[in-house]
């Protein structure tokens, strides 16, 4: 079945630094790919939607220039959290689908930043 | 956007009972998921509906659409404890908008 890694599992960072975290599909081309946020007993929140080759649609409400993302390649899609903050601490889920499959989750990433 | 609205939020059951949970819409679904997940971890595909009035079933979880596509349940027959979690229901929105909005979730634990 399809797949889709995401790293790190989890990252502590300083107030301030950039933190990247990677999406991979692994048996399948990720024609769109999908980053989501979730705060503790809450439920997914869709952060963006991510094209190859295009430019990512952001949802309302979530800034672009502090959570970069990029979709350079068929089977990678990256988030970038611009000078992340302690409110920036967050658990995030990329998810991504492709022609022939529906939508696979990464196991996530838990952002910690002090 | 379309709102999914699940119920209840949270569910505490007794080894060995039924249960179900139910997601509704506030526009037509054109495809409704079902997912399970343990907080801080992944989400675990359940099943995929998409007709009106279809029904799929996976082991002791079977899922329904209903004729008007606006409301799905996930039923659980027989709950043991690796059926806890939270399970989700997401929605696309229609047409070429291939992307899943969730609802907020329920939260079930299942006392042995």
């Known amino acids: 079945g399809a797949v889709v890694s995401q790293h790190p599992s989890w990252v502590i960072c300083k107030s301030g630094t950039s933190v990247k975290i990677e999406c991979r599909s692994l048996?399948?081309?990720?024609?769109?790919m999908f980053w989501y946020r979730q705060f503790p007993k809450q439920s997914l929140m869709l952060m963006a939607t991510s094209n190859e080759g295009s430019k990512a649609t952001y949802e309302q409400g979530v800034e672009k220039d502090k959570f970069l993302i990029n979709h350079a390649s068929l089977t990678l899609s990256t988030l970038t959290v611009t000078s992340a903050h302690p409110e920036d601490s967050s658990f995030y889920i990329c998810?991504?689908?492709?022609?022939?499959?529906?939508?696979?989750f990464g196991s996530g990433t838990r952002l910690t930043v002090v | 956007s379309q709102e999914l609205e699940q119920s209840p939020q949270s569910l505490i059951v007794q080894e060995g009972k039924n249960l179900t949970i139910n997601c509704t819409s506030s526009k037509t679904l054109y495809g409704l998921y079902w997912y399970k997940q343990k907080y801080g971890e992944g989400l675990i595909f359940l099943m995929m509906l998409q007709k009106g009035g279809e029904e799929k079933s996976h082991e002791k979880i079977t899922a329904k659409l209903d004729e008007k596509k606006q409301q799905s349940s996930l039923h659980i027959t027989a709950s043991q404890p690796s059926h806890a979690g939270i399970y989700l229901c997401?929605?696309?929105?229609?047409?070429?908008?291939?992307?899943?909005?969730f609802g907020k979730g329920t939260l079930l634990t299942v006392n042995p």
């Open positions: 998810s991504a689908r492709g022609p022939s499959t529906g939508y696979t």
């Open positions: 048996d399948f081309q990720a024609t769109t």
């Open positions: 997401g929605a696309e929105g229609g047409g070429s908008n291939y992307k899943l909005t």
